[in-house]
């Protein structure tokens, strides 16, 4: 994956001084600015891999959730046309993670989200803590901070959903499905769980548990 990240590099490299050449752009300047946008492309899917592949565990610290999930969609949201709208209870517990992993964990759901809206809408962010006195379905007793990220675009069609976060079982639904493999292990990595929600016309709702391990 390094050695493709250096081809790359020089590909990126060459299209840009190609592109500093006035005599050029007239006649291929279309041709080279899809090469430089599917070579940055490669580049991205490239670093989802190697975080796919790595699986490294957390290093955790004390973190502030509804401060990270702000800075995350600050990021995702950055140029979009869908606008953040936050729903954060007070007191929210801090949680032990990794802020790197998660930040990124986020942001994959986050831009998920303004990928469903590309003209515009409301991506709603809710925080709150929760606690379990029994293991619920796939959740172990504890005390989380529950996230709910939802966006407002067309939904997903029921045939979507069953292995939603698997990357080879979604292969025919576009190059994002590493992105979301990649939530999905970093959430687990981290003891919590996620799940995604959606119905045609409806939106698409991802909800995260975070423990606290306080």
Request: no cysteine.
């Amino acid at each position: 994956a390094h050695d493709f990240n250096n081809l790359l590099t020089g590909i990126l490299g060459n299209v840009t001084l190609a592109m500093l050449e006035e005599r050029v752009m007239p006649l291929v300047g279309d041709s080279l600015r899809d090469i430089e946008a599917s070579a940055k492309r490669a580049r991205d899917l490239t670093q989802q891999l190697l975080t796919f592949a790595k699986g490294g565990a957390p290093m955790r610290d004390d973190v502030a959730l509804p401060e990270l999930l702000q800075n995350a969609a600050g990021f995702a949201l950055s140029g979009a046309k869908a606008r953040a709208e936050y729903r954060i209870e007070p007191d929210v517990w801090t949680v032990h993670a990794d802020r790197n992993q998660l930040g990124r964990a986020l942001q994959n759901l986050i831009v998920h989200a303004r990928g469903a809206m590309p003209e515009g809408g409301i991506v709603t962010f809710q925080a709150a803590n929760e606690t379990f006195e029994s293991p619920t379905g796939a959740i172990a007793a504890g005390r989380y901070v529950r996230v709910i990220i939802t966006d407002h675009g067309p939904g997903l069609p029921a045939e979507r959903l069953p292995g939603f976060f698997d990357p080879y079982s979604a292969t025919r639904f576009g190059d994002d499905r590493f992105a979301m493999a990649i939530a999905y292990s970093i959430v687990k990595r981290h003891g919590g769980h996620i799940e995604v929600q959606s119905s045609l016309g409806l939106g698409t709702e991802f909800r995260l548990w975070i423990p606290d391990f306080h």
